[in-house]
């Protein structure tokens, strides 16, 4: 029969009697103190699993918040320069008993005009935008700059017509665009 390594160690003058005693009593403590039964989970806990989760979807909220935050932004900018735009280069109103009326979305609008501001409005050359809820006319490069930022600012802009081509039946019979209805 062999020795076990104690008796071996012991025999061969390596250790003292002492030491080995001492190696074994925290042999015994540390298997005494080891968690018994269950193994430990090697992956992480459900508790780490729903914090992770948790965590994740703050991230993910937040960064919600951040891009509709920046867009609000964003848009403020936007109405501010239409703003400007409009305020430098809007045409004083007039008080007249003559009225253009135009589309509006849905809805039939109708501002009042002397005859040469409808000339301008109907051949192009002005255009009528919306800013915080009143129509202004500007000129249309103005027009188009409102465009450009906001779509639905722009709410009325004639687009200059080609004339007709030489081979079309009907470029005799001109339906005016002029009318006043």
Not at 90 to 111: A, H, M, S, W
Not at 171 to 181: A, I, Q, R, S
Request: include cysteine.
């Amino acid at each position: 029969m062999s020795l076990s390594l104690r008796d071996q160690l012991l025999k061969a003058g390596l250790v003292t009697e002492q030491q080995a005693q001492r190696a074994e009593r925290e042999q015994r403590q540390k298997d005494y103190t080891a968690p018994r039964g269950r193994k430990k989970p090697t992956g992480p806990s459900p508790q780490e699993l729903a914090a992770q989760r948790l965590a994740a979807e703050k991230v993910a909220k937040d960064a919600e918040l951040n891009r509709r935050k920046q867009e609000k932004l964003e848009r403020r900018a936007k109405f501010a320069e239409i703003k400007q735009l409009v305020a430098a280069h809007q045409l004083p109103r007039v008080e007249t008993e003559d009225f253009y009326n135009f589309q509006d979305g849905t809805n039939i609008k109708r501002v009042p005009v002397n005859p040469a501001l409808r000339e301008q409005l109907v051949c192009g050359t002005l255009a009528i935008v919306r800013c915080e809820g009143r129509y202004a006319f500007v000129p249309a490069a103005v027009g188009e700059q409102v465009r450009a930022r906001v779509e639905r600012a722009l709410i009325h802009h004639n687009k200059p017509v080609a004339p007709p081509s030489d081979d079309d039946p009907y470029k005799d019979y001109v339906v005016p665009d002029d009318l006043v209805w």
